[in-house]
């Protein structure tokens, strides 16, 4: 299992539109992908529970992958992140 930190910097946060690219992402890979914020967890493959998170600007993110892509999956999500949040 691999694990990154990382702090949105979106002034809107983690908002319907880059959530649905953050799935669509999260898809490309065959391994179990998780975005935790402040204890609670959600699968990264299914939006409304990204969205049920509130993740906002500033609030800082765990995400975990876990299976066969897992390098692929942290680096490509990671990348996401970066370019998008």
Known sequence: M???????TDPEGF??????MF????????CVTTVEKNGK???ARKM???MGLGIKSGDT????????????AAAGLKAFMEANL
């Open 2 to 8: 691999l694990r990154f930190e990382y702090t949105v």
């Open 15 to 20: 908002h319907a539109r880059p959530a649905g």
């Open 23 to 30: 799935v669509k992402e999260a898809k490309k890979y065959d």
């Open 41 to 43: 967890k959600a699968d």
């Open 48 to 50: 409304f529970g990204l």
């Open 61 to 72: 993110i765990a995400i975990s992958v876990e299976g066969a892509q897992e390098e692929e």
